[in-house]
């Protein structure tokens, strides 16, 4: 098995541009997690899907967030526009039924400068 | 407000000695404690977990205590080796999915 994969690994992009972090769970896991880790705040769930729903989107910072999940194979989540102060590393995580064991992938690095 | 509280930022151990990594946390509604483990350029990977009705969970070298009187949750690592050294974040979860975790903590083992 792949594990998560997400996509790009790193990005730096200019204030004001829209950016857009990939993710592909595990196959088979029904549960999908965004989470942002930064210095100040540490690792901190964004929002999370259950069979490609929304379930809880109250991480989300701020209406420039935005994520989907159009098929249990994919899903994005989307800044526009990006600021600096989004600058950190974004994760996404897959589980399936399971409270305890979520299977992170690498996360993406993000700079906004 | 931090529900989960890691307050040492960095741990060092020799190796062959026992490291122990401690979280604290406010919140009493809880129904279990994970730990996970980062290396440097991955995501965290899931390491042990404690259910809120046992104070102790053990898993080969790691052994996770949790002391509900005092709010208080470690991890023994023993004997501590140097592919252990990485950053370990103690995580809440309660009744939903979602996890709450701290800052973490790096731990070196020193060879």
């Known amino acids: 098995d792949a594990g998560v994969i997400q996509s790009p690994r790193h990005e730096v992009t200019e204030m004001g541009q829209e950016v857009t972090l990939r993710c592909k769970p595990i196959s088979g896991h029904d549960y999908l997690f965004w989470y942002r880790q930064t210095m100040m705040r540490g690792l901190e769930l964004l929002i999370y899907f259950n069979n490609n729903v929304p379930i809880d989107d109250s991480g989300m910072p701020e209406d420039r967030f935005s994520a989907k999940m159009p098929n249990a194979s994919f899903s994005t989540l989307k800044i526009q526009p990006s600021e600096p102060r989004d600058s950190a590393v974004y994760f996404c995580?897959?589980?399936?039924?399971?409270?305890?064991?979520?299977?992170f992938g690498p996360g993406t690095r993000l700079l906004v400068l | 407000d931090q529900q989960v509280k890691q307050n040492s930022p960095s741990l060092s151990v020799q190796e062959g000695r026992i490291s122990i990594l401690n979280c604290d946390y406010t919140?009493?509604?809880?129904?279990?404690f994970l730990w996970y483990k980062k290396y440097p350029a991955e995501g965290p990977t899931f390491l042990i977990s404690?259910?809120?009705?046992?104070d102790k969970n053990e898993d080969g070298r790691f052994t996770v205590f949790l002391n509900k009187s005092a709010k208080h949750l470690s991890l023994h690592i023993v004997p501590s080796q140097p592919g252990d050294s990485a950053v370990y974040f103690c995580?809440?979860?309660?009744?939903?999915?979602?996890?709450?975790f701290g800052k973490g903590t790096k731990l070196s083992v020193i060879p």
């Open positions: 404690i259910s809120s009705i046992k």
């Open positions: 995580a809440k979860g309660a009744g939903s999915y979602q996890l709450t």
């Open positions: 995580a897959s589980s399936l039924g399971s409270r305890e064991t979520q299977y």
């Open positions: 919140n009493s509604m809880f129904d279990y």
